[in-house]
């Protein structure tokens, strides 16, 4: 026999707080607040443009370390390019799920689009073709919408090597390339070549990056919410 619950009053909420044993701060602003005072205080940013001070304090906080500060590489012109593309509407190109999901939708100027086209199902098939990974293969199905867009690396070092040949080819080049890849094999190495790009093929696109094996979802997912709102 179905029991019949009485309905709750509006606004009484049935679960109760435990008791306060410790002290923290459990605010969601004060929390930020804290944090980003805190980074600044114990992380050199010398070497950061002026315009990416803000964008290197929230790749620190996705990255929870302050040591990464020395090894974040970030094109003068990252902020400003990546800001106005935003501004424009341009889509967000992502290598993950994981990187997608992490970009704030209140934070984006235009409603832009954020796509990962790695369950695409030609992505398998082209992966197989091309004996790469299905990371790298699904880097090909942007480029119908890569031309002044906004690329977000933080997982797979192929798709950033297989994006940088893809330019290199003479495809279409994105506004700002946010590569972040994390990892032991190709991910120090992709973004290095990210960062001599201008320097050894003459192809100077602004980009986000932190040199060595650190990087991730994390990481890569702040730094488009900071390009897409200067609040914190």
Known sequence: MARHLRPRPVGVSPVKRPTRRYPYLDTGPGIYAESFAMIRRESDLSHIPASAERLAVRMIHGAGQTDIAPDLLIHPDAVPAGRAALDAGAPILCDSRMVAVGVTAGRLP?????????????????????ATTRSAAAVSLWEPMLDGAVVAIGNAPTALFHLLELILDGGPRPAVIVGCPVGFIGAAESKEALAALAADHGVDIPFVTVRGRRGGSAITSSALNALASDAE
Do not use: F, I, K, S
């Open 110 to 130: 235009a409603g832009n689009e954020v796509h990962c086209y790695l369950r695409d199902e030609r992505v398998p098939g082209l992966a197989a073709e091309w």
